[in-house]
């Protein structure tokens, strides 16, 4: 899956609506401290499904909605919506949230519910937990991990972590395969 847009509004310090073309490759994002480089990771998160507040820095939900400032009102909704592409075929998921009527999502216009956008996102082996989001204060662990572990989590990001559990899967299934083979062995050296 590629996310080729992101669209903002209201959310956090992205009062006004903001539009990000992403291109294939990689994406840096940088600029002064403050100027809102994890909030726009929190919403890339936050429109895949992240439900705790907690790791959105806030105490509740609704603090993902812009709060005001000396010279501009607060919202009375935080809006994201992430275009994805994948396998040719575009999707557009949107969450929206507002004050004292909680969260919505669509996928492609349609009424959908949390479940459903994380199930989208599972299948395409990405979301709001994915390790292909690094955000700034994971870099160390990233960098402090082991090499079994490093390598576990860059799986992961790759999305064939879901592979290796298939292929345990299978070699049960072949042991035990193996095991009655031998049984049925026996069986037949038995009659004769
Ligand atoms: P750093 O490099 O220091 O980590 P950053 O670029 O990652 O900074 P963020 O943490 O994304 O910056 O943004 C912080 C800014 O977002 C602060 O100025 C904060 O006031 C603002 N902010 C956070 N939540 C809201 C909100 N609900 N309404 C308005 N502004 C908000």
Redesign the pocket.
Known sequence: MQIKRLRISGF??FVDPADLVIEPGLTGVV?P????????LEALRWTMGENSARSMRGAGME?????G?ASRPPRDFAEVAILAERDGEETEIVRRIERGAGSAYRIDGRDVRARDVALLFADAATGAHSPALVS?NRIGVVIAAKPAERRAMLEEAAGIAGLHVRRRDAEVRLRATETNLARIDELIADQD
């Not at 401290?33 to 726009?40: E, I, P, Q």
């Open positions: 956090k310090s600029g401290n403050g100027c809102g480089k994890s909030n726009l603090d993902v909605i812009f709060a400032t700034q």
